[in-house]
Nanobody, 124 residues
Framework: QVQLVESGGGLVQAGGSLRLSCAASGRTFSSYVLGWFRQAPGKEREFVAGISRLGGTTFYADSVKGRFTISRDNAKNTVYLQMNSLKPEDTAVYYC?????????????????WGQGTQVTVSS
């Protein structure tokens, strides 16, 4: 099992930046594909970004491509989401997730473990 704890959320003005972190417990961190998802009020949880086990491949939702960057440090059991040029529509609770299998990276049902979420609010 793995436990995930997000941090780094907050309130930022449009055009600003935030860096989210997600720290994981356990000694098999590098065996998990990791993803970031977000959920705005009244909306379904949606895929934001994903990263392969060794970090060599990344995936992004079209809405964040070119603005967000996912990365991981397997030595520190941590995955990051650097968010630049933030927009009010990026406002949501952001969740990190981990999966040990080989499912579709963009599906919430693929992931086995979830963090508790961190709030990101972008003011206009």
């Amino acid at each position: 099992q793995v436990q995930l704890v997000e941090s780094g959320g907050g309130l930022v003005q449009a055009g600003g930046s935030l860096r989210l972190s997600c720290a994981a417990s356990g000694r098999t961190f590098s065996s998990y594909v990791l993803g970031w998802f977000r959920q705005a009020p009244g909306k379904e949880r949606e895929f934001v970004a994903g990263i392969s086990r060794l970090g060599g491949t990344t995936f992004y939702a079209d809405s964040v491509k070119g603005r967000f960057t996912i990365s991981r440090d397997n030595a520190k059991n941590t995955v990051y989401l650097q968010m630049n040029s933030l927009k009010p529509e990026d406002t949501a609770v952001y969740y990190c997730a981990a999966e040990s299998g080989f499912g579709d990276y963009y599906r919430t049902s693929t992931y086995d473990y979830w963090g508790q979420g961190t709030q990101v609010t972008v003011s206009s």
